[in-house]
């Protein structure tokens, strides 16, 4: 059963940081990876997908890496600003897809 | 790019009554859609796993009879939460397939808050 995991579970940073959220998941057999943003008491947005063949995904400030082999993906967020508060989850697809517990990130002016 | 719309985005029944929410996807057609629960600082749990003109997969520990789904229309699925009660109460998002691949991209709709009083 895949278990999928984020560390941090809270970040709190000031305005410009660059930062890193990491995800790890248990079973390498993936079709690809996801990260998403979620806006309290909101649904979700896709931020970035990157299949099982490629290593890593950008846009805009924001890049994801995968490494299949240790089973671990990271999302790297640049010159951090308030509008990036929320909570990031990441999710993994094997047959099925399965969240991460989240990293809830606040940046303050 | 596509879109999955849920509705209602909010909803407050009695205890005991059974309430419908609903999930299209407007500019697709869903082969599959999985219905998705989320508690407060939690995360998402999947339900249930729905292909359009069959019965619905459950996951372990869900109640095929007290959260009923249908997927008659490829672009339609139904949640009823059925004889609800407090502990129903809770944030339901559903998400929407082009196929039955996992390589195909899965798309969420903005949830549907549930409130059982």
């Known amino acids: 059963k895949q278990e999928v995991t984020q560390i941090p579970a809270a970040l709190s940073v000031p305005e410009g940081e660059n930062l890193v959220l990491n995800c790890s998941f248990t079973?390498?057999?993936?079709?690809?990876l996801q990260w998403f943003r979620q806006d309290p008491g909101k649904g979700l947005t896709s931020l970035l997908l990157i299949q099982s063949s490629q290593r890593e995904q950008t846009s805009g400030r924001l890049n994801a890496s995968l490494d299949k082999s240790s089973g671990r993906s990271t999302l790297y967020i640049a010159a951090s600003q308030p509008g990036d508060s929320a909570t990031y989850l990441c999710?993994?697809?094997?047959?099925?897809?399965?969240f991460g517990t989240g990293t809830r990130l606040l940046v303050s002016p | 790019g596509a879109v999955v719309s849920q509705h209602p985005s909010r909803v407050i029944c009695k205890s005991g009554t059974s309430v419908k929410i609903e999930c299209r996807s407007l500019?697709?057609?869903?082969?599959?859609m999985f219905w998705y629960r989320q508690f407060p600082k939690q995360s998402l749990m999947l339900m249930a796993t729905s292909n359009e003109g069959s019965k619905a997969t459950y996951e372990q520990g869900v109640e095929k009879d007290k959260f009923l789904i249908n997927h008659a229309s490829l672009t339609l699925s139904t949640l009823t939460v059925t004889s609800a009660h407090p502990e129903d109460s809770s944030f339901y998002i559903c998400s929407a397939s082009t196929g039955t691949s996992s390589g195909n991209t899965i798309y969420f709709g903005e949830g549907s808050w549930l409130t059982v009083v």
């Open positions: 999710a993994s697809r094997v047959q099925k897809l399965v």
């Open positions: 079973d390498s057999a993936i079709y690809n």
């Open positions: 500019d697709f057609q869903a082969t599959t």
